[in-house]
């Protein structure tokens, strides 16, 4: 699970800094302000990929894709982008789980195999 969902809050941190630029010519917000909000949301996703295995992890993600779809009021754009990036991380949660199980399923019968 760790794996994707850490190729998917990567990808958030590219797509935070590119909205960052894009807020910074399209809306009225000063600068300071967007690169407060953009450089705190870049660092959250950098910071949520160590803590993907530590209780409460996967809770900061979902609260970093609500903060994402929330930038659309800032950017439009990220209303939809935000919401591919919580689809992303659903399946990244879901499928990874799913990976996770048959990994200690098939690590288990390995051992029961030897002993």
């Known amino acids: 699970m760790r794996t ?17 630029l894009v807020a910074m010519q399209l809306s009225d917000v000063s600068t300071t302000a967007v690169w407060a909000v953009s450089g ?13 295995g530590r209780p409460g992890g996967v809770q900061l993600g979902w609260a970093l894709q609500i ?19 919580a689809g992303l991380w659903w399946a ?7 990976v996770d199980e048959a990994k200690a399923t098939r690590a288990a019968a390995a051992e029961a195999e030897t002993a």
């Open 4 to 20: 994707l969902c850490a190729s998917t809050l990567i990808g958030e941190f590219f797509v935070i800094g590119f909205a960052g």
């Open 40 to 52: 705190t949301g870049m660092l959250l996703s950098l910071l949520l990929c160590g803590m993907l």
């Open 92 to 98: 990244s949660v879901h499928f990874g789980r799913k």
């Open 67 to 85: 903060g994402l779809i929330a930038s659309g009021f800032v950017v439009p754009a990220m209303f939809f982008l935000g919401a591919c990036f």
